[in-house]
């Protein structure tokens, strides 16, 4: 991001610890922190996409666990075990569909797992050093997703987004607009085509504030104009980031993705998925199987975003957050380790298996 605009979460030492973050409901007319000094409004932070974004979350919830390690009064091992179970279970409950959160949690119980014995002050500094290694972690694996996608972008490419998959959805670079940032770094003249993604509009709000913060080229469209701007040769590819993978390659993204992915097989226009390698659910076979997170209607119903406007209001409103695009309309994964192609059931494999600190270039696997 630009050098003015703070790290999207972040840890503070301030008032005995406080968990930091770009609250993204008031952007982009208005650049506010939110200072989350307890798991609750941390949590409530997730659940009203004050942070958003299957990385972004999973950065917030392992310092939420810190959070809670270093705000907890317990003054014995089992008093704080009981708050940091407490948070644990706040936390996982906030939003059901993003798996990164869920393996954040799992990271920071692992170290609660593995304890020094009675040592209280030690927990508590184990469990903040690692949720700040996670936070940087991320940052690394998502400058490594763009790299390894440069073989993807020619120059001068068009490529169309959905949703935010940015900076504001990572810990500080993004996964799709990682993949966008580094092309324009390596001078590759692109032009960028950025959905509105209705109902809360992260692309036309978040995607296009990024763009426009980088000085990279970019045009907003509504989301039902993409088959048209398709159909008009003017896309060279999609890049979209991930909520949740299968094991099979399936891909749970924000809703809309599964229709970009249909429009642009039509069309013969690759289909990129970008996300970290925490974002393949390896105990889920297929796509069917991801949880579908259902929003409050109020969401479609108000006209553009914190409007009072509302659509008819005797109408029934169906809201799911994300829907799932089949692996065969995804033309490749590009994650950290590299780029995974069908059969992705052996690629992603294969790439859980690898060394976590590789960030080669990888070719698509066949």
């Known amino acids: 991001m630009g050098q003015r605009i703070p790290p999207t979460v972040a840890w503070s030492d301030r008032m005995g610890g406080t968990v930091r973050m770009i609250d993204q409901t008031r952007l982009p007319g208005e650049l506010t922190m939110l200072d989350c000094r307890d798991v609750e409004t941390v949590a409530r932070a997730i659940e009203r996409l004050s942070v958003r974004g299957a990385p972004a979350i999973g950065c917030s919830a392992a ?27 706040r936390l996982a409950a906030t939003r059901p569909t993003a798996v990164n959160l869920f393996w954040a ?8 797992d593995a ?14 050093s690692r949720a700040l290694e996670i936070v940087e972690d991320d940052l690394n694996r998502c ?4 790299r390894n996608a440069l073989e993807l972008i020619p120059h001068g490419a068009n490529i169309l987004t959905h949703c935010n998959a940015g900076a504001l959805a990572t810990a500080g670079y993004g996964t799709a607009l990682g993949v966008i940032r580094a092309a324009h770094e390596a001078g590759r003249e692109i032009h960028v085509w950025v959905d509105e993604t209705r109902p809360l509009l992260q692309g036309a709000r978040l995607t296009a504030w990024e763009l426009c913060e980088e000085g990279i080229p970019a045009t907003l469209i509504t989301d039902n104009m993409a088959g048209y701007v398709m159909k008009r040769g003017k896309v060279d590819c999609v890049v979209v980031g991930s909520d949740r993978i299968a ?4 891909v749970a993204n924000k809703i809309g993705t599964y229709t970009l992915a249909v429009i642009a097989a039509r069309h013969d226009v690759p289909f990129y998925v970008a996300a970290p390698i925490s974002t393949v659910d390896y105990d889920l076979a297929s796509g069917e199987q991801i949880p579908i997170e259902e929003r409050a209607s109020e969401e479609v119903a108000m006209l553009g975003h ?9 109408i029934a409103i169906f ?18 380790k590299g780029v995974a192609g069908s059969p992705y059931e ?15 270039v990888g070719g698509i696997d066949g």
């Open 105 to 112: 949690l799992r990271e920071m119980r692992r170290v609660i």
């Open 346 to 360: 052996r690629s992603l494999l294969n790439m859980r298996d690898s060394p976590n600190d590789s960030d080669e």
């Open 319 to 336: 809201n799911p957050a994300f829907d799932v695009t089949p692996c065969d309309l995804v033309t490749a994964i590009v994650t950290e």
């Open 143 to 146: 400058r490594a997703i763009g």
């Open 115 to 128: 304890r020094a014995i009675g040592d209280i002050t030690r927990l508590r500094e184990q469990l903040l």
């Open 63 to 89: 310092l939420g666990i810190a959070l809670a390690a270093h705000r907890s009064e317990a003054s014995d091992l089992d008093g704080l075990l009981e708050d940091l179970e407490s948070a644990h279970e």
């Open 306 to 314: 914190q409007t009072e406007q509302a659509i008819c209001p005797d």
């Open 247 to 250: 094991a099979n390659g399936d």
